[in-house]
């Protein structure tokens, strides 16, 4: 992809640069700014008024700093950018940074809260997500940030254990999911505001492939965002129903329970289906709403592989209103229902 030759150009001779140093000198050496592209220049647009690859994350020509610090974020980390204060916590604040991980590395976030702010962070390892919270995180907040899963299309972010808020935010390549939660507790919420969402094709077979996906929790917010995940995952086009993309926006009760649920005036478009919300072993114990969407059609008239919704295991009250296809359908429950054999 353009943008990894660039920077991988950028980063080399930066690197080189601020390795010269005279005598035995141990101080840190200066810092290296690198400038941001969008990371794939053919990253599709969706319709009018929702979130692109240009309007979401950092945007082009940003200077960022490269990463020189640890694979720890907060807990009073001296390398964070300041603080600053939300819902009465105090949070490091990590904002302007280029985090480029390899091998084995991901980032994990400590401490009772972290906002990563205005940040590119990409991998060319194989890890289970970039961002990861750890259990004594109590708040993980992204805003206006750029995530690449690289050549192994590696997990945006990951909250199991604590609120995790991303907002303005742009993720490509991150086969399992660009954003994930399994809070087994059912407290913790998962709220995704404003961002693009975008996979391409080859990500490893064994990854199943959703846009947003909880499995347990305590609320889950999906509120104008655009999440388009490429149906056949074959490079070369082919039409393999034996590597497929999972949805758009994956909902299971598998891991435990789920609380609310609200997925508002979003763009929609691919996988097995857009949407699943699957009871399993465990229930939906509040109020689940489907309002306003567009089930984009770029791939399939009715926008994934076997339609909008998988209809088995639909928790009992669902409110479906207000949904619509690209071309202008609307779309009640038992359309959709009807457009997901």
């Not at 975008?198 to 064994?206: I, K, L, Q, V």
């Not at 289906?273 to 984009?296: A, P, S």
Request: glycine letters at 14%.
């Amino acid at each position: 992809m353009p943008s990894a030759t660039v920077l991988s150009a950028a980063l080399a001779g930066a690197l080189l640069a601020g390795a010269a140093v005279t005598g035995c000198s141990t101080s840190e050496p200066p810092p290296v700014t690198l400038t941001a592209e969008v990371p794939m220049a053919d990253a599709p647009n969706p319709e009018p008024g929702f979130p692109s690859a240009t309007s979401a994350g950092v945007p082009a020509g940003t200077v960022l700093t490269l990463w020189r610090g640890g694979d720890r974020l907060g807990g009073g980390d001296s390398h964070a950018s300041g603080t600053t204060t939300v819902d009465g916590r105090t949070c490091d604040v990590y904002d302007g940074f280029r985090f480029e991980l390899e091998g084995d590395r991901q980032l994990r976030v400590t401490g009772s809260c972290v906002v990563v702010r205005n940040s590119w962070l990409s991998t060319t390892g194989d890890v289970s997500a970039l961002l990861t919270q750890t259990e004594d995180n109590g708040l993980l907040v992204v805003e206006s940030s750029t995530f690449d899963g690289g050549p192994s299309h590696v997990r945006g972010v990951q909250g199991d254990f604590a609120d995790l808020r991303v907002s303005d935010s742009a993720f490509f390549r991150f086969g399992n999911a660009a954003i994930e939660m399994n809070d087994r507790s059912a407290t913790a919420t998962l709220t995704v505001e404003g961002c693009y969402l975008y996979e391409t094709t080859g990500w490893p077979r064994d990854q199943h492939v959703d846009g947003v996906q909880m499995d347990a929790g305590g609320r889950l917010v999906v509120r104008g965002t655009t999440i388009l995940v490429t149906p056949f995952g074959d490079p070369g086009g082919a039409v393999d129903y034996d590597y497929v993309s999972n949805s758009a926006i994956g909902v299971g009760a598998t891991l435990g329970d789920i609380g609310t649920v609200l997925l508002e005036g979003n763009l929609l478009a691919g996988g097995g289906r857009l949407i699943y919300l699957q009871q399993k072993d465990f229930r939906f114990t509040g109020t689940v709403e489907v309002r306003d969407n567009v089930f984009d059609q770029r791939y399939f008239p009715a926008g994934a592989i076997w339609g909008p919704l998988h209809p088995e295991g639909l928790p009992a009250g669902l409110v479906w209103e207000g949904n619509r296809l690209g071309d202008g359908t609307a779309v009640d429950l038992q359309t959709a229902l009807d457009l997901s054999p």
